[in-house]
């Protein structure tokens, strides 16, 4: 059966997950100015991720522009199956981040800001613990730098 050619497909490329939209609002002459800061993750779920905080004075507008951060800051996610291949543990600015691998099957064990990046990043097995701050934006910006060092170790085998 014939189907007719979209022009923007189905499926996207990459996965958009609002994490955080805060009002901020700031005092002038004239009274006050309010605007929006959206947190928004983007990420391909095959071990690419990025983190944008766009800024406007309509919500839809800041989502765009966060969007777009995103997408021009992704980062590779180095992965050892469906886990990271060692833990690490991470200290930027209050945020604390520690992240661990995890057995196969045992699903992501984390909190929200550390989910959202996580599973953007297509990370299927994984324990996180937000150990500091309890602000969302610091604690996705720490776990992208986490994320970001991350290294292959070679595998050792017994003999």
Do not use: C, W
């Amino acid at each position: 059966m014939f189907q007719p050619r979209n022009s923007d497909s189905s499926e996207k490329e990459f996965e958009e997950k609002v994490v955080q939209i805060n009002r901020v609002s700031k005092k002038t002459k004239g009274g006050n100015r309010v605007g929006f800061a959206a947190l928004v993750v983007v990420g391909d779920r095959k071990g690419k991720v990025g983190v944008g905080l766009g800024k406007a004075a309509d919500v839809s507008s800041a989502m765009k522009k966060g969007i777009s951060y995103a997408q021009k800051r992704m980062i590779e996610v180095p992965m050892r199956g469906t886990t990271i291949p060692h833990e690490i543990r991470i200290k930027l600015g209050a945020a604390r981040i520690m992240l661990k691998p995890a057995p196969a099957g045992s699903g992501v064990i984390a909190g929200g800001s550390v989910r959202a990046v996580v599973e953007a990043a297509g990370i299927k097995d994984v324990i996180g613990k937000i150990l500091g701050t309890s602000n969302k934006i610091s604690n996705v910006y720490a776990t992208l730098e986490a994320l970001s060092r991350l290294k292959m170790l070679p595998t050792t085998k017994k003999s």
